[in-house]
C-alpha cells in the first residue's frame, strides 16, 4: 500500500508539472533532494556508529546487565503469571533496556526471542496472551533514556544542540508506556479480551485435547 501510495504522489507530480509547464523545477527539485538525502543519510551513519559503539562497550561489559536485574521486581509486577525463572523474563528485560538506551538492532532479535519464549507459556497457540499483549504494548511505547536515532538524526541534519530531544523525548515515553500499560492491564480484565473467556467460548470440537 505504501508502495503505492508513492507511485501515486510521484507520478500526480510529474503529471501536474506537465500540464502547468513547470517540469524544469521538478527535475531541479528532484536533484536537489537526492543530494540533500545522501548528505543527510552519510551524517546519520556516522552519528548511528558512535552511538552503537558506546552503547556495545556498555554491553560488553556489562552495564546493560546490571540494569537488567535492576528493573526484576517490575518486570515481576508487569508479568506476575510468568514463572520467576523462564527465559522470557530475560528476554523481554534486556529487549526493553536496549530499546531505553538506543540499541534497536539488538532490541529486534531479542523482542522476536521473548515472544518465542512467551508462546512456550501459551495454553491457547496462535492467540496473544495478556503478557504477549503486555509486551508488546511496552515495546511499542519504547521508554527511551538515550533517543540515539533522534540524536543522530538531528546533528546529522546540522542542529546546533542535537541534545534537547533527550528531555522531552524521556517525558514522551513515559506518557506512552504509562498508558499503554495501563490499557493493556484495563483490556485484560474485560470480558471480551479475557484469554480464559475465550478458551471457555470454545467449541467442543475445537479444543484440542
Known amino acids: 500500500m505504501l508502495n503505492i501510495i508513492w507511485l501515486l504522489l510521484l507520478v500526480g507530480s510529474v503529471a501536474i508539472s506537465l500540464v502547468t509547464g513547470h517540469t524544469k523545477d521538478v527535475v531541479i ?5 537526492a543530494g540533500s538525502a545522501f548528505k543527510l543519510a ?3 551513519t556516522g552519528i548511528m556508529a558512535l552511538w552503537l559503539g558506546i552503547m556495545k562497550i556498555a554491553e560488553e561489559s556489562g552495564l546493560i546487565r546490571n540494569f537488567t536485574v535492576l528493573i526484576a521486581p ?6 506476575p503469571r510468568i514463572p520467576h ?3 522470557a523474563l530475560g528476554s523481554m528485560a534486556m529487549n526493553m533496556v536496549a530499546n ?3 540499541l534497536n538492532n539488538a532490541a529486534t532479535p531479542l523482542g522476536i526471542r521473548a515472544m518465542e519464549d512467551l508462546e512456550t507459556l501459551n495454553p491457547k497457540p496462535g492467540t496473544a496472551t495478556d503478557e504477549m499483549c503486555m509486551f508488546l504494548a511496552i515495546n511499542t511505547s519504547s521508554l527511551q533514556l538515550v533517543p540515539a536515532g533522534a540524536i543522530a538524526l538531528l546533528a546529522a541534519g546540522g542542529s546546533s544542540d542535537p541534545t534537547v530531544i533527550v528531555f522531552p523525548a524521556i517525558i514522551a515515553t513515559i506518557c506512552s508506556t504509562v498508558i499503554g500499560v495501563a490499557s493493556a492491564k484495563l483490556l485484560s480484565r474485560l470480558r471480551r479480551f479475557r484469554q480464559d473467556q475465550q478458551i471457555e467460548e470454545q ?3 475445537a479444543r484440542i485435547p
Do not use: A, C, I
Open 203 to 205: 467449541p467442543e470440537n
Open 100 to 102: 531505553m538506551f538506543g
Open 74 to 79: 517490575v518486570m515481576r509486577f508487569l508479568f
Open 29 to 33: 527539485s528532484v536533484t536537489e533532494s
Open 85 to 87: 525463572d523462564h527465559p
Open 42 to 44: 552519510l551524517g546519520f
